[in-house]
T-cell receptor
């Protein structure tokens, strides 16, 4: 099975600041995904990050707010910029290992914005 | 519109009792269907998936799910629940070649000793 390490596991941040979340995978993967899980709600795909190309954002998410880096095949970062309390959520990294379209998830980053 | 509905937000069962978690979907194409489990402080773990073939799918941890096309349902079942099954369960639907899965809002399972 996959090993996906996400850091930090949780953070409490002040309004107006930014937080960068890291996702490290134990083997090379083409596709990495970032999800948001708001309190009491389902998972929502933020963007797809492929190495060597710009991230593809879903409707309602923009690069200025959620810049993503994908410098190599085992690592990605998601930054939550200019945070507000509405950004308080769990942010999850996920990957596809090419295993019959099965997604593996990291343990998530619990973000609270004051 | 594509959607996944998990009608039960919370379910409480006694340890050893049987369990059924409901999932209904609305999807234009032939769906890929998934059940994931999220334990406290953990990421999501895949329990089982259905792509095609036998409509009764066996998963990990003793779970199974049945795809019923006529009812647009993919309910998760377990004959005897263990205390360690207490977690949140998510149903998801997608299509071949895309990872834009649509997740339900989850069902939180509580297990009484």
């Amino acid at each position: 099975s996959a090993v996906i390490s996400q850091k930090p596991s949780r953070d409490i941040c002040q309004r107006g600041t930014s937080l960068t979340i890291q996702c490290q995978v134990d083997s090379q993967v083409t596709m990495m995904f970032w999800y948001r899980q708001q309190p009491g709600q389902s998972l929502t795909l933020i963007a797809t990050a492929n190495q060597g190309s710009e991230a593809t954002y879903e409707s309602g998410f923009v690069i200025d707010k959620f810049p993503i880096s994908r410098p190599n095949l085992t690592f990605s970062t998601l930054t939550v910029s200019n945070m507000s309390p509405e950004d308080s959520s769990i942010y999850l990294c996920s990957v596809d290992y090419g295993d019959n379209e099965k997604l593996f998830f990291g343990s998530g980053t619990q973000l609270s914005v004051l | 519109a594509q959607s996944v509905t998990q009608p039960d937000i919370h379910i409480t069962v006694s340890e050893g009792a049987s369990l059924e978690l409901r999932c209904n979907y609305s999807y234009g194409a032939t769906p890929y269907l998934f059940w994931y489990v999220q334990s406290p402080g953990q990421g999501l773990q895949l329990l089982l998936k259905y792509f095609s073939g036998d409509t009764l799918v066996q998963g990990i941890k003793g779970f199974e799910a049945e795809f019923k096309r006529s009812q647009s349902s993919f309910n998760l079942r377990k004959p005897s629940v263990h205390w360690s099954d207490a977690a949140e369960y998510f149903c998801a639907v997608g299509a071949s070649g895309t990872y834009k899965y649509i997740f339900g809002t989850g069902t939180r399972l509580k297990v009484l000793a």
